[in-house]
């Protein structure tokens, strides 16, 4: 409550362009690809959480994440399931994608609903030098509860910062993205190495 508490204060609530843009470019976005950096903090514990990996998207619930450190495993989706590949363990995990998939997540990585539907513009803010967008769910999501997008001067998303109710702090560093390319046909494919164990929930 200390952090949201101080980050109110901080608000410039003067409405600008750079939502509207966001928009447009996320509704501009048929396929998407980037290479990312994980950071996950929480509040009871000193050490965070880092991986690495590669993310795709395609407009209409298709989607990739390719996690390559420190452990291997990748999430497919078709719109309808959700499926984690976990390498270490030999199991693929199945879930409904309407289960495992936040609305903001939705929004913001899968494309699948217009921003302005899933998330209220509260204002914007500079920190050294960057915009950022403070943003907040119109919709229930049981983790996130404030959303922050770092922005270059081109519109294009550096990073993002979501916080939870439960302490969690979690930054993604855009590293390097790719909008509307041509994936090759295997990329979003649903298959499963041989011999693995399947787990179906729901």
């Known amino acids: ?31 998407i690809k980037v290479s990312f950096e994980q950071k996950v903090v929480y509040d009871w514990y000193p050490k965070p959480d880092v991986s690495k990996g590669v993310f795709y ?17 990748t999430i ?20 409904d994608f309407k289960k495992n998939t936040s609305p903001v997540i939705g929004s913001l ?8 539907e899933v998330l209220k513009y509260l204002g914007k803010i500079k920190e050294k030098g960057i915009t950022v967008l403070i943003l ?8 996130i509860t404030l959303v922050k997008v770092y922005l270059n001067t081109k519109g294009e998303i550096l990073r993002l910062k979501t916080y939870d109710s439960q302490g969690a702090e979690i930054t ?31």
Do not use: C, H
């Open 136 to 143: 907040k769910p119109k919709k229930q999501d049981n983790n």
């Open 172 to 202: 993604i560093e855009f590293i390097e993205v790719k909008r509307n390319f041509k994936p090759r046909e295997e990329l979003f494919k649903i298959k499963f190495p041989d011999g693995f164990r399947i787990v179906r929930y729901g």
């Open 109 to 116: 990585f899968i494309l699948s609903e217009p921003i302005d």
């Open 76 to 95: 497919l989706s078709d719109g309808k399931k959700v499926y984690l590949i976990n390498y270490d363990e030999r199991t693929v995990y199945v879930e």
């Open 1 to 31: 409550m200390r952090l949201l508490g101080l980050l109110f204060l901080l608000i410039n609530f003067v409405l600008g362009d750079e939502f509207e843009e966001l928009k447009k470019l996320l509704e501009n976005t048929q396929t």
């Open 57 to 73: 998207a395609k407009r209409g619930g298709k989607l990739r994440v390719d996690y390559l450190a420190p452990d291997r495993i």
